[in-house]
């Protein structure tokens, strides 16, 4: 019996191809895989990018089928992109046999609950976090409305009527826990949060600087980050460290970095802000002695694992982050690889940078980082976990 695997996101998307493909490439030897994914108009465009990752897609022994993401007007365009995907779905469980739909989010959640009623197929719903609770947190709904009960409706159907589920963190099953709903009837849960390559992201020696403290920042400083939280820390980072650097990748949001820098008086000087392909990340984070990012500490967030986490600690490099999100912060205490602050007060950050500096000055730190990774987010041990379930949900479906 094969796989039916939809994604709302694209797999041109960075997004899809280190968090689906990157698990679909290691399932596919033991397990038929159909994904359908939906692309947007802008990466489909790029046939180049196209042609490869179909060509990588198709070497790995997976069968695509790629669909059109539809963007405006929101509501009315999903809803047609839902109506594709049970479509396809019910087309491809048909002609394949598929009788696992796992569904990664909300939207492909939905498409899946039709697919398990119609077709009696077996639902995984890999949720990803509390979607319409970020909705809420993110400013985009209020919470007294009517899009957000629609969706927290929809929610409680999927985990009432999901087969398993997957968290990406430990705080979050806790909180579905208290649920009214699921008092008594709460699925089993696997918790696989974003796990990284550690074949890729590990330390790399002779990088670092030895003139100079190097912090280092990776990612969107926008939306749930704090970049103007880092940018005060950085300004304490120079009151202790007067010759530290800061060095800075993200993609596309270098005027709000530089503003937060500006309003924080960090000069210029000691800023190196970059683009960088992914393939240059592991070589560009083995310049840094640490890293910092801070992301809003709101509820939604409980079910947060940020990417970057076991990116940087497989690279051997220590965190200044806070506490409010997911298991991060009971990661980096409980396995002394890096600061969780609980405030943004000048107090906590200065108190958060000694803190952090006293840690990278400790025998060992990498090591321990590496070993955390390894403990934590391992591709190898999440691609082991996807597998147990999908074993799981075969013997539900043979008996």
């Given at each position: 019996?094969?796989?039916?695997?939809?994604?709302?996101?694209?797999?041109?998307?960075?997004?899809?191809?280190?968090?689906?493909?990157?698990?679909?490439?290691?399932?596919?030897?033991?397990?038929?895989?159909?994904?359908?994914?939906?692309?947007?108009?802008?990466?489909?465009?790029?046939?180049?990018?196209?042609?490869?990752?179909?060509?990588?897609?198709?070497?790995?022994?997976?069968?695509?089928?790629?669909?059109?993401?539809?963007?405006?007007?929101?509501?009315?365009?999903?809803?047609?992109?839902?109506?594709?995907?049970?479509?396809?779905?019910?087309?491809?469980?048909?002609?394949?046999?598929?009788?696992?739909?796992?569904?990664?989010?909300?939207?492909?959640?939905?498409?899946?609950?039709?697919?398990?009623?119609?077709?009696?197929?077996?639902?995984?719903?890999?949720?990803?976090?509390?979607?319409?609770?970020?909705?809420?947190?993110?400013?985009?709904?209020?919470?007294?409305?009517?899009?957000?009960?629609?969706?927290?409706?929809?929610?409680?159907?999927?985990?009432?009527?999901?087969?398993?589920?997957?968290?990406?963190?430990?705080?979050?099953?806790?909180?579905?826990?208290?649920?009214?709903?699921?008092?008594?009837?709460?699925?089993?849960?696997?918790?696989?949060?974003?796990?990284?390559?550690?074949?890729?992201?590990?330390?790399?020696?002779?990088?670092?600087?030895?003139?100079?403290?190097?912090?280092?920042?990776?990612?969107?400083?926008?939306?749930?980050?704090?970049?103007?939280?880092?940018?005060?820390?950085?300004?304490?980072?120079?009151?202790?460290?007067?010759?530290?650097?800061?060095?800075?990748?993200?993609?596309?949001?270098?005027?709000?970095?530089?503003?937060?820098?500006?309003?924080?008086?960090?000069?210029?000087?000691?800023?190196?802000?970059?683009?960088?392909?992914?393939?240059?990340?592991?070589?560009?984070?083995?310049?840094?002695?640490?890293?910092?990012?801070?992301?809003?500490?709101?509820?939604?967030?409980?079910?947060?694992?940020?990417?970057?986490?076991?990116?940087?600690?497989?690279?051997?490099?220590?965190?200044?982050?806070?506490?409010?999100?997911?298991?991060?912060?009971?990661?980096?205490?409980?396995?002394?690889?890096?600061?969780?602050?609980?405030?943004?007060?000048?107090?906590?950050?200065?108190?958060?940078?000694?803190?952090?500096?006293?840690?990278?000055?400790?025998?060992?730190?990498?090591?321990?980082?590496?070993?955390?990774?390894?403990?934590?987010?391992?591709?190898?041990?999440?691609?082991?976990?996807?597998?147990?379930?999908?074993?799981?949900?075969?013997?539900?479906c043979a008996s």
């Open positions: 019996m094969g796989v039916l695997y939809i994604s709302y996101d694209g797999m041109l998307e960075p997004l899809g191809q280190s968090q689906v493909l990157t698990y679909l490439e290691r399932l596919a030897p033991d397990w038929r895989i159909h994904l359908v994914s939906f692309e947007k108009a802008e990466d489909w465009a790029d046939l180049p990018r196209r042609q490869a990752l179909r060509k990588r897609i198709a070497q790995a022994g997976i069968t695509w089928h790629p669909r059109r993401y539809h963007k405006r007007p929101s509501t009315v365009v999903t809803a047609w992109d839902v109506i594709v995907g049970v479509v396809t779905g019910l087309w491809l469980a048909w002609r394949h046999r598929l009788r696992i739909v796992h569904a990664r989010s909300y939207v492909a959640a939905l498409m899946a609950l039709v697919l398990k009623r119609l077709a009696g197929m077996r639902f995984l719903f890999d949720m990803r976090g509390f979607w319409a609770d970020e909705r809420v947190d993110g400013g985009l709904w209020p919470r007294d409305g009517r899009m957000y009960r629609i969706a927290k409706g929809f929610e409680r159907r999927f985990l009432l009527s999901a087969d398993h589920v997957v968290s990406l963190t430990h705080a979050a099953v806790v909180e579905m826990q208290r649920f009214d709903y699921l008092q008594g009837g709460m699925p089993p849960v696997t918790v696989i949060p974003t796990c990284a390559d550690l074949e890729r992201f590990m330390p790399i020696e002779g990088r670092r600087d030895p003139r100079a403290f190097t912090l280092g920042y990776v990612g969107s400083a926008g939306t749930w980050y704090l970049f103007d939280a880092v940018a005060r820390a950085m300004r304490l980072l120079l009151d202790l460290r007067p010759e530290a650097r800061l060095l800075v990748v993200n993609r596309g949001e270098h005027e709000h970095i530089r503003a937060c820098l500006r309003t924080a008086a960090i000069p210029d000087s000691c800023v190196e802000l970059r683009r960088a392909d992914p393939a240059e990340m592991p070589e560009l984070m083995a310049r840094m002695d640490a890293a910092v990012f801070f992301i809003k500490p709101v509820f939604s967030k409980q079910a947060s694992a940020p990417t970057k986490l076991g990116e940087l600690l497989g690279c051997g490099i220590p965190v200044l982050a806070n506490t409010g999100v997911g298991d991060m912060a009971t990661i980096l205490v409980e396995d002394t690889v890096g600061i969780a602050v609980s405030g943004f007060d000048a107090d906590s950050l200065r108190q958060g940078m000694r803190d952090l500096l006293a840690l990278v000055a400790q025998p060992g730190i990498r090591e321990r980082c590496v070993a955390s990774a390894r403990r934590h987010f391992s591709l190898k041990e999440g691609v082991a976990r996807y597998s147990a379930i999908y074993e799981r949900l075969v013997s539900g």
